[in-house]
């Protein structure tokens, strides 16, 4: 295209080197003999001539550098800050033309791994989500696990969103928000947590909440009777297991808003649409809403409360992923990262990486409410890019 452009534009300087020539030796034929054309023709190779090679050298030296595009896949609730690490980033590297695509965790990672969306980096908002589905999924083209390695790199705490215009937005507080949100007149968004992981997240939070309140029917209260084939749970060996069905659709009466990602609901709460909606306290922040902490043993950040955490299980009762079992155990969130075995570009995805977990990267997320781990922990550091390793931590191997 560079090229074609440049080519275009010595063209037009020869058909006008040619029309001047012309013109010059029409206007010679009336007012002197015809030998001076030869003079003139080597006027115009001495004046114009040059400006045309002047041309052709500076438009081929002067055309801008086609830019690399960084493809990244996010989890929704990643937006708003990795929207501002984007400017920053390529303010500092003119080269890169960062491509970001936001989506609940498990569909994100799903349009890699089973639909086969080429990205450069995956950022999921549930680091189990990325051994779960990339390292036992492999490239068609290669044959590789779409991923042997992971970061995790920050957590967040799971909170209830309101604004003022909200159904007893006066009245909810700490201690009875478990209360207001049952109520058959209230509206309370959930992402799908067939897609989104603050969608299972949030059935984890009610089971653990009975606990925390004293109160052994709160799950129920706000669940049961809101889905076509309901949402059950039961006991197995002293932990509690929440079972989604395979097609999960509310009934024509429920106070349950469904939608497939979590950052869909904010929109909803930010409309009066629904009241209230579960999500994290990094994404309530950013759109500055209203909203209840829950207490540690409910909001799944806390490394204290681990055992408590692992007292819940969410098991998807369906055939939706190739070869694993999705199931997800209750644990303090953690977000994770990896470069795709078929990345495009893996040494510009390993700087973006660089820049994100570096001073300024964390500047930012700070700045948004969604500070990183100081350590960041990788999974199988063997295979972790030599330039990343040295950022990070091995992790643990009892989480």
Same mark, same amino acid.
């Given at each position: ?20 020539? !012309? ?12 030998? /001076? ?55 500092? !590297? ?8 936001? !989506? ?17 980096? /995956? ?13 036992? %999924? ?9 991923? @042997? ?26 201690? @009875? ?20 992981? /603050? ?35 039961? %006991?197995?060996?002293?932990?509690? =297991? ?13 106070? =349950? ?26 994404? =309530? ?16 950040? @806390? ?7 692992? %007292? ?16 997800? @155990? ?23 990486? =660089? ?5 300024k990267g964390r500047a930012i997320m700070q700045a948004n409410y969604h500070p990183l781990f100081a350590s960041p922990q990788a999974d199988q550091i063997n295979a972790v890019p030599t330039a990343l390793k040295a950022l990070c931590v091995p992790m643990p191997l009892a989480q």
């Amino acid at each position: 295209m560079k090229f074609k452009a440049v080519a275009s534009r010595v063209i037009a300087q020869l058909v006008t080197l040619n029309v001047v020539k !012309h013109l010059v030796v029409e206007r010679t034929r009336l007012f002197a003999p015809l030998r /001076v054309t030869r003079q003139v023709e080597r006027l115009l190779l001495i004046f114009i001539l040059p400006s045309v090679l002047f041309t052709m050298v500076v438009g081929c030296a002067t055309q801008p550098a086609e830019k690399i595009p960084l493809r990244i896949i996010i989890a929704g609730s990643l937006m708003t800050p990795f929207d501002e690490l984007k400017k920053a980033y390529e303010a500092e !590297h003119p080269g890169i033309d960062i491509q970001i695509e936001a !989506h609940g965790s498990i569909q994100a990672i799903r349009l890699v791994s089973e639909v086969h969306m080429v990205e450069d980096i /995956v950022f999921s908002a549930d680091h189990a989500l990325i051994p779960m589905l990339m390292y036992q %999924t492999t490239v068609p083209e290669t044959g590789k696990p779409y991923a @042997n390695w992971y970061i995790k790199f920050a957590t967040n705490h799971l909170a209830l969103a309101y604004t003022a215009k909200s159904k007893y937005a006066n009245e909810i507080n700490a201690d @009875n928000w478990y209360k207001i949100i049952a109520r058959s007149n209230v509206k309370l968004g959930l992402a799908d947590p067939r897609f989104d992981a /603050v969608g299972y997240r949030a059935l984890m939070a009610l089971q653990l909440a009975k606990a925390a309140y004293g109160k052994p029917t709160i799950f129920e209260d706000v669940m049961l009777g809101q889905f076509k084939s309901p949402v059950t749970m039961e %006991t197995e060996s002293g932990r509690a =297991i929440i079972h989604v069905p395979e097609i999960l659709e509310t009934k024509p009466q429920s106070s =349950i808003v469904l939608r497939g990602a979590s950052m869909q609901e904010i929109a909803l709460l930010e409309s009066g649409d629904v009241d209230y909606a579960f999500e994290y306290e990094s994404v =309530i922040q950013q759109h500055k809403l209203n909203f209840i902490k829950m207490p540690d043993a409910v909001n799944l950040g @806390n490394e204290q409360m681990v055992k408590q955490y692992g %007292t819940v299980q969410v098991r998807l009762d369906f055939k939706r992923f190739a070869s694993v079992k999705p199931e997800f @155990n209750g644990e303090v969130i953690g977000y994770g990262l990896t470069i795709p075995s078929n990345a495009p570009h893996p040494q510009q995805a390993q700087d973006f990486i =660089i820049f994100m977990l570096g001073p300024k990267g964390r500047a930012i997320m700070q700045a948004n409410y969604h500070p990183l781990f100081a350590s960041p922990q990788a999974d199988q550091i063997n295979a972790v890019p030599t330039a990343l390793k040295a950022l990070c931590v091995p992790m643990p191997l009892a989480q």
